[in-house]
């Protein structure tokens, strides 16, 4: 990953009109992000939908922009934003009429958010993300526009199971390893992007009645 003050010669400028389409790097699957600043740029909507896209191919501000449906220049503002919080890199540049258009990419496939509490103070880091998985969905679901929603569209099964708190970190940790083959997983250019969400946490209180004994 290129840090901030480094040189940014290395990234070679090619002639588009000569240069093969811009691939996505090899990136590291995984990245720790605890800093103010990586919290503040993951706050905005906006950005999140930058990463996202981001994460599967390199991308100009021009791009995103006609994309998400914003003016280039505010696209290149919070590309300026992400770079700085260490979440985007440069990983190509074209020259197009004699202007050179810089392709970000991702500095990991996947963020992996360790936010103190006196970094996000009363807002839960936690609770964000899942609203964040909430509103994808939603947007998904709503551009089936009627059709059916099968597994090819969206698969979640939610449930709630009495353990004993050692088995459920058994579980948690299986979880975890799952999400790891997947940040792992070679991206296919010809595939489908998924999104996937994996979480278990301690049911609320009012569930939490001892369980009923056997009957005589």
Do not use: C
């Amino acid at each position: 990953m290129r840090r901030k003050g480094e040189d940014t010669d290395a990234v070679e400028e090619i002639p588009a009109a000569s240069a093969a389409p811009v691939v996505l790097p090899d990136l590291p699957p995984t990245l720790v992000i605890n800093t103010v600043e990586q919290y503040k740029a993951l706050a905005d909507p906006v950005r999140k939908r930058i990463l996202g896209i981001l994460q599967h191919h390199p991308a100009t501000a021009k791009q995103l922009a006609d994309w998400l449906g914003m003016a280039p220049g505010t696209a290149g503002h919070q590309l300026r934003v992400l770079e700085a919080a260490g979440l985007v890199q440069v990983v190509a540049r074209r020259v197009v009429n004699g202007i050179i258009a810089k392709y970000y990419a991702r500095t990991a496939r996947i963020f992996l958010a360790e936010f103190s509490p006196e970094i996000t103070g009363v807002s839960s880091t936690f609770l964000n993300r899942v609203q964040s998985l909430r509103d994808e969905l939603a947007e998904t679901l709503a551009k089936t526009e009627g059709a059916t929603v099968d597994e090819s569209t969206a698969w979640m099964e939610v449930f709630r199971v009495r353990l004993a708190p050692e088995r459920a970190r058994v579980y948690q940790e299986r979880l975890a390893a799952l999400i790891e083959d997947l940040a792992r997983e070679v991206s296919d250019p010809a595939g489908v992007v998924y999104t996937v969400g994996a979480t278990i946490f301690r049911a609320p209180p009012y569930l939490q009645r001892e369980a009923a004994p056997p009957d005589e």
